[in-house]
Each structure stands twice: as C-alpha cells, then as structure tokens.
C-alpha cells in the first residue's frame, strides 16, 4: 500500500507538505502543489477518508442538492453531465459528492446542516426566485450557487455566462443579414419565473435583438412544453417568414437534424440555424450547427474549486464567476440579402 511518505519522497518534500496539499492549504505554493498531485497520481495513492474526517473532524463529502422528481422539470441531459462532472472535481479535491433530490429544498437543506453530513453545499437547478437560497444561507453551511437567482444574499455564484452566449449568437445572425429569427426555448416553469439559465438566455436574446433592430420571434409558453420535434415544427409553421432558427433547448437540438429532415428543410439553404448546447453533446452527437458550447466541465470546475476556497476561507467575500466559451462557427448560418 501506498503511503502520504512514499508520495513525499517522490515529489522531493516533507510528509507535512503532502498533508497540506491532501488539506488544500493555501500556504503551498502552486508548483509544489502540483508536484506533489503528480507524484500521488504517478504511485496511485488515495486519500483514506475516514482518517482523514477522524483528524479535521470533517465528513469529506461535498453535497448537491438538485430539484426534487415531482417538481415537473423535464428530463435534463445538462443535469446529468453535471453530475459527473462535479463528482470527478470533487474527487480530485478527496471529496466524495452526495446527490440529494428533495421536492422540499428548504427542509432537505436543514437536515444536512444539522446532521451535519456534508462539509459544503451545492444548489443546482436553481429558480429566479429560489427559496432554498435563503435557506442556506440560514443553515450557514458553505454553499455555492450553481446558476444566477434574482438575490444570492451573499451566496458565492458560478454559471455558464448566458448572456454573452445570446449575445454572440444574435450578432451571428445580424452580421450575416438577417432580421427575422424564431426562438426554440427550453421549457420555464411558470413558478418563481422559470430556470435562471432559460430566463436569463431568453430575456439577452430579446434585448440584443431589439438593440440590433431585428426581430426574435419567441412563441408562448405553451408551445415550450411540446416534444422536441413537434415544438420545432410549430414554431416554424407559426412564424414562416423566419430565417433563422435559434435553439436554446437541448432535446430539440438533438431532435433538429431529424425534424428539418422530415420537413424537407435544407440547413443552411432553406433556413439558418444556431444553438446554444453543452459541448459534450453537441461533440458526441455530432450537431452541424453553429454555437456556443456550453463547456460544463470548465463550470463544474469553477463550481467545485469555489467550494472549496468557501470551506477553507468562510468569511472572505463572496464571488460571481460566469465562464463563457466563443461561438463555433459550423457554417450553418448564411448569407441574408435583404429583401
């Protein structure tokens, strides 16, 4: 078996150094730091973490809280990338990542703080106005927003920058001429205003659209709830004078190749098309399209190392972190001549 004293002779340091580097102190300098993360990796040596929760009195267990199944939220291929994303991170850190699914967020909240099963808290999935917000705030347990509410009373916040990816992706279409584009969105939840990320996305788009003098033509929230292929067909029969077809949703995004097909549409001939879609997806499934690929691995890092910086340093000041990815031109949005 492998000890913290053959890492230390490995990487040419003290068995102290090591345990500051398994412990995440800052006072190591960051290229002895990684030295030592190689030398563990390089001999295969792992964290015992129950040794190591008797000694910091800690649990070494980070956890996620995600909405509950009965909440009506439609199935998220995002949310699960996530989920390993975050797990990979947290263990990397030697933290094992507890999912927690709980239509009461608040009530689920409370038990982890006083059982005291989790070291830091994560709240995914998050509402424009969320409740859980404040309900961890109360719990005064380490927390990181994954996502951007109304208020994050002092909560630490990471998210993709939603923002600037409508912002991109508009631009796209203005630059290439055209003035008339419809919007396939992701469902929002009626209740407390819908999903920040689709909010968010949704509320950019318009006002970048109207900022460029083009229309984005945004149909009802009934037509949101429709499944992938019928939502695109509907969108585009409503609004046929449509050159462009922005995608936000990413079910229809993988849908859309199929769909056009069906309809006898040509991308980029007959119609201009652009997402907004997690890179995973739009790499593995090989989605022609032009976009702004959500890069969820570099988030879920973010989320992780701020969690972490969050336990160590409870009382620094709270960050907002957005990370954003350029737009990847596929060549699916041509040329508009004015008519």
Known sequence: MVTINDVAR???????????????????????????????????????????ALSTSKTMTLGLLVSGQNDGMPLSLTRGAYLCELSKFARQHGYDLLLISNPDGVQA????????????LILMDLQRNDVRV??????????????????????????TDFERAAHELIRRFVNQGHRDIALVHTSESPKDDGANYAV??????????RAAGITLRVPPMD????????????????FPTASGLLIDDDNAVIAAPQ??????I???????????????????????????????????EETIDTLIRRISKPDSPSVTRLVSQPLNDCGSIIRRDAP
């Open 109 to 120: 909240i409370r038990e982890l703080a006083s059982a005291r099963k989790v070291d830091g």
């Open 259 to 264: 769909a056009l097909l069906e309809l006898g």
């Open 10 to 52: 490995e990487a040419g340091v003290s068995k102290t150094t090591v345990s500051y580097v398994i412990s995440h102190n800052p006072r190591i300098p960051h290229d002895t730091q990684e030295r030592v993360r190689r030398a563990m990796k390089k001999l295969g040596y792992s964290v015992n973490h129950t040794a190591r």
């Open 223 to 238: 037509v949101w709830d429709l499944n992938p292929a019928e939502h695109i067909r509907t969108v585009l029969n409503r």
């Open 266 to 300: 040509h991308v980029p001939e007959d119609l201009s098309v652009a997402v907004v879609v997690p890179d995973v997806i739009h790499q593995r499934m090989r989605i022609p399209y032009t976009a702004v690929n959500i890069n969820l691995s570099a988030v879920a």
């Open 200 to 209: 968010r996305f949704r509320q950019a788009a318009l006002t970048e659209a």
């Open 134 to 159: 404040a309900a961890a705030v109360e719990s005064k347990l380490p927390t990181v927003l994954l996502g951007v509410p109304s208020d994050s009373l002092g909560l630490d916040v990471v998210d």
